[in-house]
C-alpha cells in the first residue's frame, strides 16, 4: 500500500447523506483486458495445524480448518506482512467441544527474506482464537471459526513499530447452541485490540473495547494519531448482565495511539454505535473494511447494505476531529446502489477501490463520492482489497464463480481498467500488496496455490508491468 505520510490532511465538507443520488462517469466492460502477466512467484510455508469443532446438538457433526485466519496487512516500509491467525500460536485449552485449540498470533514474514516471526500473546492472555458457534442468527455456522466469537480479526501497523490487531471476546463457555441470547448468558463482552511491539515482538497492551462479539477490522490516522476499530455483529444479549447499551448495535471505536508509560492502556477516545441516530445508517449487515483518506482527513468505512436491502450499501465518512478531540462525528453516509461493499481501498489521487460482496467492483472519488468507473468484468464476492503502489494495481480477494472458490482480481489504477483474475483457494478471503517488490500476498490452504492440504501465503507478480 502507498505510505502515508506525517502531514496535516485537508478536510473537505462532503454534501452526502442516505439515498442521493451519484454521478457515474464510466463502465469498464467489453474491452479487451491489459493483463499485465502476473503470475505466482513463490510461497511461504507457515505450518498446518488443524482444529476441530464437535457440534452435538441437533444433528451431531464435526468440521476441521487446517488454516483459519482474516486480515492481510503490509507495511513495506519496514518490510513485514502481518496476517491475522487463528490457527497458530501456543497450545490452549478452551471451554467449546473442540480439539486442537490455539492462543492465536500475528504471524509476520519479513518480505524480503520470506522468514516467518510470530508475534504472540502473552502465556496467561490468549487470543480468543477459534472457537465453535453454530448460532446462525449470532453470525454462526458449523464451520470451524466462521462466526463472531474468533480473534484476531484486523490488523494494520501504527507508525511502522506497531502492530494493532481486534480480537474476539475473552473465553467462555457457551450455555448451548440454541440460536437463543440465553446461549451468551456467560460472554464476558470484553472484545479487544491488542498492540505488538514489531521489533520485540511483545505485546504492550491490551485494551478493553466492551464488544460481546469480535473486535474486527480497522485503520490509522496518522495526523490525529487515531485507531479505529470496528464491531460489526454486535445485538442486544438479553440475560447478560455484562452487555450494555453499546452492545445493542454494531460500532466503531477510536482509540488514541498516542505512547503511553508500561503498564497503562491507551485512551478509547470515543464509541459510536450505527443504530440510525447522530448521522448514522443502521448497520445490521455489518461493518467492513475501513481506510484513513489524507486528502480529505477522514476515514471511510464500507457498510454492507442493511437486512432490507442487501445488495447494496454505504462508504460511511468519519471526521475525526482535532487530535481526539469530541468533535469526532459521521459526517456522511454514500450510497453504492448495486454494490454492498466489503473491501475499500486507497489508491492514487483519492480513489477507493470498493470490493463489492454483491455487484461487480467499482471506483469512488473520496472527495467527491462519484463512482468513477465500475469493472463489470468482475462478479463480486469480495471481502478484503489492497492498492500496491509498486505497480498501482488494486487487488482483490473475491469470487471466482463457484461457491467458496476465491480468486485474486487485478484492476489497473491509472487509467483505471480490469487487468486479470487469477484462481486462488477456497476460502482466500484476504490479500496485501508490497510496494517494493511490487507483489501481492494470500493467504490459503490448498487450492491452486498451496500445495494440497497445505498452508502458505502465495505471493504473486508481474514480470510484464506496464505502470
Given at each position: 500500500?502507498?505510505?502515508?505520510?506525517?502531514?496535516?490532511?485537508?478536510?473537505?465538507?462532503?454534501?452526502?447523506?442516505?439515498?442521493?443520488?451519484?454521478?457515474?462517469?464510466g463502465?469498464v466492460?467489453g474491452?479487451?483486458?491489459?493483463?499485465?502477466?502476473?503470475?505466482?512467484q513463490?510461497?511461504?510455508?507457515?505450518g498446518?495445524?488443524?482444529?476441530?469443532?464437535n457440534f452435538?446438538e441437533?444433528?451431531?457433526?464435526s468440521?476441521?480448518?487446517?488454516?483459519?485466519f482474516?486480515?492481510?496487512?503490509?507495511d513495506?516500509?519496514?518490510?513485514?506482512?502481518?496476517?491475522?491467525?487463528?490457527?497458530?500460536?501456543?497450545?490452549?485449552?478452551?471451554p467449546?467441544?473442540?480439539?486442537?485449540?490455539?492462543s492465536?498470533?500475528?504471524?509476520?514474514?519479513?518480505?524480503?527474506?520470506?522468514?516467518?516471526?510470530?508475534l504472540?500473546?502473552?502465556?496467561?492472555d490468549?487470543?480468543?482464537?477459534?472457537?465453535?458457534d453454530a448460532?446462525p442468527?449470532?453470525?454462526?455456522?458449523?464451520?470451524?471459526?466462521r462466526?463472531?466469537?474468533?480473534?484476531?480479526?484486523?490488523?494494520?501497523?501504527?507508525?511502522?513499530?506497531?502492530?494493532w490487531?481486534?480480537?474476539?471476546?475473552?473465553?467462555?463457555?457457551l450455555?448451548?447452541?440454541?440460536?437463543t441470547?440465553?446461549?451468551?448468558?456467560?460472554?464476558?463482552?470484553?472484545?479487544?485490540v491488542?498492540?505488538?511491539?514489531?521489533?520485540?515482538?511483545?505485546?504492550t497492551?491490551?485494551?478493553n473495547?466492551?464488544?460481546?462479539?469480535?473486535?474486527d477490522?480497522?485503520?490509522f490516522?496518522?495526523?490525529?494519531?487515531?485507531?479505529l476499530?470496528?464491531?460489526p455483529?454486535?445485538?442486544?444479549l438479553?440475560?447478560?448482565?455484562n452487555?450494555?447499551?453499546?452492545n445493542?448495535?454494531?460500532?466503531?471505536?477510536?482509540i488514541s495511539?498516542?505512547?503511553?508509560?508500561?503498564?497503562?492502556?491507551h485512551?478509547?477516545v470515543?464509541?459510536?454505535?450505527?443504530?440510525?441516530?447522530?448521522?448514522?445508517?443502521?448497520?445490521n449487515?455489518?461493518?467492513?473494511?475501513?481506510v484513513?483518506?489524507?486528502?480529505?482527513?477522514?476515514?471511510?468505512?464500507?457498510?454492507?447494505?442493511?437486512?432490507?436491502?442487501?445488495?447494496?450499501?454505504?462508504?460511511?465518512?468519519?471526521?475525526?476531529?482535532?487530535h481526539?478531540n469530541?468533535?469526532?462525528?459521521?459526517?456522511a453516509?454514500?450510497?453504492?446502489p448495486?454494490?454492498?461493499?466489503?473491501?475499500?481501498?486507497?489508491?492514487?489521487?483519492?480513489?477507493?477501490?470498493?470490493?463489492?460482496?454483491s455487484?461487480?467492483?467499482?471506483?469512488?472519488?473520496?472527495?467527491?463520492?462519484?463512482?468513477l468507473q465500475?469493472?463489470t468484468?468482475?462478479?463480486?464476492?469480495?471481502?478484503?482489497?489492497?492498492?500496491?503502489?509498486g505497480?498501482?494495481?488494486?487487488?482483490?480477494?473475491?469470487?471466482?464463480?463457484?461457491?467458496?472458490?476465491?480468486?485474486?482480481?487485478?484492476?489497473?489504477?491509472?487509467p483505471i481498467?480490469?487487468?486479470?483474475?487469477?484462481?486462488?483457494a477456497?476460502?482466500?478471503?484476504?490479500?496485501?500488496?508490497?510496494?517494493?517488490?511490487?507483489?501481492?500476498?494470500v493467504p490459503?490452504?490448498?487450492?491452486?496455490?498451496?500445495?494440497?492440504?497445505?498452508a502458505?501465503?502465495?505471493?504473486?507478480?508481474?514480470?510484464?508491468?506496464?505502470?
Amino acid at each position: 500500500m502507498k505510505a502515508i505520510h506525517w502531514r496535516v490532511g485537508i478536510r473537505l465538507a462532503l454534501p452526502f447523506v442516505a439515498g442521493t443520488a451519484l454521478a457515474v462517469f464510466g463502465l469498464v466492460g467489453g474491452a479487451k483486458a491489459d493483463t499485465d502477466n502476473v503470475t505466482q512467484q513463490a510461497s511461504v510455508l507457515v505450518g498446518n495445524h488443524s482444529i476441530t469443532c464437535n457440534f452435538s446438538e441437533g444433528t451431531p457433526t464435526s468440521n476441521t480448518t487446517g488454516f483459519s485466519f482474516d486480515i492481510s496487512w503490509i507495511d513495506s516500509n519496514v518490510h513485514s506482512y502481518l496476517l491475522a491467525d487463528r490457527s497458530h500460536g501456543f497450545t490452549t485449552t478452551t471451554p467449546d467441544n473442540q480439539t486442537g485449540h490455539t492462543s492465536g498470533d500475528i504471524l509476520k514474514i519479513d518480505t524480503s527474506t520470506h522468514t516467518v516471526t510470530p508475534l504472540l500473546p502473552p502465556a496467561d492472555d490468549p487470543m480468543a482464537g477459534v472457537r465453535c458457534d453454530a448460532n446462525p442468527d449470532f453470525g454462526g455456522s458449523n464451520a470451524a471459526g466462521r462466526n463472531e466469537l474468533t480473534g484476531p480479526n484486523g490488523v494494520f501497523t501504527v507508525n511502522h513499530v506497531e502492530a494493532w490487531a481486534g480480537d474476539g471476546p475473552s473465553e467462555f463457555a457457551l450455555a448451548g447452541q440454541t440460536n437463543t441470547a440465553a446461549d451468551y448468558v456467560n460472554d464476558p463482552c470484553d472484545s479487544s485490540v491488542r498492540v505488538f511491539d514489531l521489533q520485540t515482538g511483545q505485546q504492550t497492551d491490551h485494551i478493553n473495547i466492551g464488544g460481546c462479539f469480535r473486535t474486527d477490522e480497522g485503520a490509522f490516522d496518522p495526523v490525529d494519531q487515531l485507531a479505529l476499530f470496528a464491531n460489526p455483529s454486535e445485538q442486544p444479549l438479553r440475560g447478560n448482565r455484562n452487555s450494555t447499551g453499546l452492545n445493542r448495535s454494531p460500532f466503531i471505536t477510536l482509540i488514541s495511539t498516542d505512547p503511553v508509560k508500561p503498564g497503562k492502556h491507551h485512551q478509547v477516545v470515543k464509541q459510536i454505535n450505527y443504530d440510525g441516530h447522530n448521522g448514522t445508517v443502521v448497520a445490521n449487515g455489518g461493518i467492513e473494511q475501513p481506510v484513513y483518506v489524507p486528502d480529505t482527513g477522514k476515514f471511510y468505512i464500507a457498510i454492507p447494505g442493511d437486512l432490507a436491502h442487501p445488495d447494496d450499501g454505504w462508504i460511511s465518512v468519519v471526521d475525526p476531529g482535532q487530535h481526539g478531540n469530541n468533535d469526532i462525528k459521521v459526517v456522511a453516509n454514500i450510497p453504492t446502489p448495486g454494490c454492498n461493499p466489503h473491501g475499500l481501498a486507497l489508491g492514487l489521487d483519492a480513489q477507493l477501490f470498493l470490493g463489492c460482496n454483491s455487484g461487480p467492483e467499482r471506483v469512488m472519488d473520496a472527495r467527491t463520492g462519484d463512482i468513477l468507473q465500475v469493472i463489470t468484468q468482475t462478479v463480486g464476492g469480495c471481502d478484503e482489497v489492497y492498492f500496491n503502489a509498486g505497480d498501482n494495481h488494486f487487488v482483490g480477494a473475491c469470487s471466482a464463480g463457484a461457491p467458496g472458490q476465491f480468486a485474486m482480481d487485478q484492476v489497473d489504477s491509472q487509467p483505471i481498467a480490469f487487468d486479470q483474475k487469477l484462481t486462488t483457494a477456497p476460502g482466500a478471503h484476504s490479500i496485501a500488496a508490497d510496494r517494493v517488490t511490487a507483489t501481492d500476498w494470500v493467504p490459503a490452504f490448498g487450492g491452486t496455490v498451496c500445495a494440497a492440504s497445505t498452508a502458505c501465503v502465495a505471493i504473486f507478480g508481474g514480470a510484464n508491468e506496464d505502470e
